[in-house]
């Protein structure tokens, strides 16, 4: 929106507010009526003390017109008293109806839109409801106190400078008026700049809410490259943006010096010409008061309020206005008139063609395929796996077993698109592992193929609804997750946790309670693909059992690092991984065709 178009709807809401604390604000004025008194005071007592006293050899008349000034800012003290109790009965309504507004305005939004407030919450109505409220609140408070300062005390020292000399007034005013124009001419620009830093604001605040509250999904699945270049955007914006209202304060300080010095070189320049048409020495010193004493400091004290938190409480105010209506009709909707409305044509039909014969479905692609895959953690390591060959079909259990650190999880993470191939081809669901069809970049975002389940199960802060049904796209009805805990007996755990709209705090659960949680979410998860690293290792036996029994059952394919023999034994086929080569086959057979295999039954039968 444009600055004509901000500063109509800020100042529309701004009057409606005013109008009704009229009683307030008539109490402020009969205040600052004691501080133009104050100021009046201050430069013709000067002028009298000087031309009637001093000068004139009248010592203690002099004195006199001293204490009077005196006087004045005893005035002026208890003025500023009262002003600050009404100026509490002004703000903090103000900071009260923009807190509000806020929350109403979230409302709205999380109505309007109850998908994407569920996905991430709203963090720019967070910034609005703490840092932009109070923003506007002490932005505010200072304006009113700034601008009332400068009206009143503008008003008592134009009155003094025409009570002492008219011909004072046209020596001082042009020089204000050149630089109260030269100030106005920074103002629009300052606000565009203020706008675009709040929207950058707010937007990094958005972005780092949405990271922060899923940093852990963001690392899983292997985007944090990704996430942190928008991060660093949004920085540099930020950047160039302070930079820009750097130089803009720069020119408006330089307005500053013309409206503040200006008046004070062309008073003392043209004190000879003054003289010489009859003003006194008195008045050019009372003169010279008004200015370096009351209308100087209260200008520079208003150009400074009116730059800085004019423009920001402008541009802060207009994001808590409702939007205007749109008068123009939807785009694809022309405006019609009363008259009627005439259909199109109907065009002919086209004859129908003959059918054509069913062609067969095609076979499905296997589930995960891996052929000729070489992968190392560096150019001159080791290789994990060499020359890898697997297919595994839809809908099969395959248990991955091995000594530790031979590449299980290397393993698991290949396949989830975590890490890339260095040599061979990865493909899940007849697709390339790394980056699912129609993905941006490779390996960013999730995966709607696949859920991997690492050893250290993830669990967050929320409800444990919203722990059980994270990995579902849409919502989930309370009877399907009580049949899923029920199937993996999960269900004493939830009602031990206080059922399913309890808040869960993950680090007052055990590592067991954690992955039974977490293999309750992969059970309900709509992925075809299950892959368990080691994602059942917390579990006593019988619960383990119960698991992955439930989740092979489940439809799909369930990849599962076994680090017990009873994982093996449930598998519809074992994979055995030994650093030199790979075997595939079922329980039964692996005995006789790997000695790596028969010596793990045979520790694993002696540890029970």
């Given amino acids: 929106m444009s600055e004509y178009g901000t500063w109509r709807r800020v100042s529309r809401e701004g009057r409606r507010f005013l109008r009704g604390r009229s009683r307030t604000l008539r109490r402020l004025a009969l205040w600052s009526l004691l501080e133009s008194a104050h100021t009046f005071l201050g430069g013709y007592a000067v002028a009298r003390a000087l031309d009637d006293g001093f000068l004139a050899g009248r010592t203690g008349t002099g004195i006199g017109w001293l204490a009077v000034a005196g006087g004045g800012a005893l005035l002026g003290a208890l003025a500023l008293r009262g002003v600050f109790g009404g100026l509490a009965d002004l703000v903090e309504p103000l900071r009260d109806g ?88 920074t103002l629009r620009p300052m606000a565009r700049v203020q706008r675009a830093a709040l929207d950058a604001d707010e937007a990094l605040s958005a972005r780092t809410g949405e990271l922060a509250a899923g940093l852990r999904d963001v690392v899983a699945c292997g985007g944090g490259a990704g996430a942190g270049a928008g991060v660093e955007l949004l920085i540099a914006e930020q950047e160039r943006l302070t930079g820009r209202l750097a130089r803009w304060t720069a020119l408006r300080t330089l307005a500053l010096g013309v409206a503040g010095r200006l008046p004070v070189v062309v008073l003392l320049a043209g004190t000879p010409w003054l003289l010489g048409r009859g003003v006194s020495a008195g008045a050019v010193a009372g003169a010279l008061t008004y200015l370096v004493q009351s209308l100087l400091p209260a200008l520079d004290a208003l150009m400074t309020a009116v730059g800085a938190a004019g423009t920001r409480l402008l541009v802060v105010l207009d994001r808590f206005c409702d939007p205007e209506p749109d008068p ?222 439930a989740l092979a059952e489940r439809p799909g394919t369930l990849v599962v690092v076994a680090h017990r023999i009873s994982s093996a034994v449930r598998a519809d086929r074992v994979l055995v991984l030994d650093g030199t080569r790979a075997v595939c086959g079922t329980h039964a057979e692996l005995p006789d065709r790997s000695p790596l295999y028969r010596d793990l039954v045979g520790l694993w039968n002696a540890h029970g």
């Fill in 98 to 185: 923009l807190v509000r507004r806020s929350v109403r305005q979230a409302i709205g939004r999380a109505v309007a839109d109850p998908a994407r407030e569920s996905r991430a919450g709203d963090s720019g109505a967070v910034s609005r409801l703490t840092q932009q409220t109070e923003m506007a609140r002490d932005s505010f408070a200072g304006l009113v106190l700034i601008a009332r300062s400068f009206v009143f005390t503008a008003l008592g020292a134009l009155l003094g400078l025409a009570a002492l000399a008219p011909v004072l007034l046209i020596l001082v005013l042009p020089a204000l008026l050149l630089g109260t124009a030269a100030f106005l001419t």
């Fill in 328 to 549: 123009r009709p939807a785009s694809g909707s022309p405006a019609r008139g009363p008259g009627p409305v005439v259909a199109p044509p109907a065009r002919p039909a086209l004859p129908a063609l003959p059918a054509l014969p069913a062609l067969p479905d095609p076979p499905p692609a296997p589930a995960v395929e891996l052929r000729r895959v070489r992968f190392a953690y560096g150019p001159r390591a080791h290789p994990v796996l060499d020359g890898l060959d697997l297919v595994v079909r839809p809908g099969e259990h395959l248990a991955v077993v091995g000594p530790s650190g031979i590449g299980k999880s290397t393993l698991t993470a290949l396949i989830a698109g975590l890490l890339p191939a260095d040599r061979g081809t990865v493909r899940v669901a007849g697709a390339p592992a790394r980056g699912a069809p129609g993905q941006a970049a490779p390996g960013y975002g999730p995966d709607a193929r696949r859920t991997l389940l690492p050893q250290q199960a993830y669990v967050f802060t929320g409800t444990v609804h919203e722990n059980l049904t994270h990995l579902c796209p849409g919502p989930v009805s309370r009877g399907k997750v009580e049949r899923a805990t029920a199937v993996l007996g999960a269900d004493a755990l939830v009602a031990r946790l206080g059922g399913p709209d309890a808040v869960v705090d993950p680090g007052r659960l055990t590592p067991g309670e954690r992955q039974h949680l977490a293999l309750t979410a992969a059970y309900l998860s709509p992925a075809p693909l299950l892959l368990l690293d080691e994602a059942t290792c917390h579990l006593d036996p019988r619960t383990e059992e119960r698991a992955e029994r």
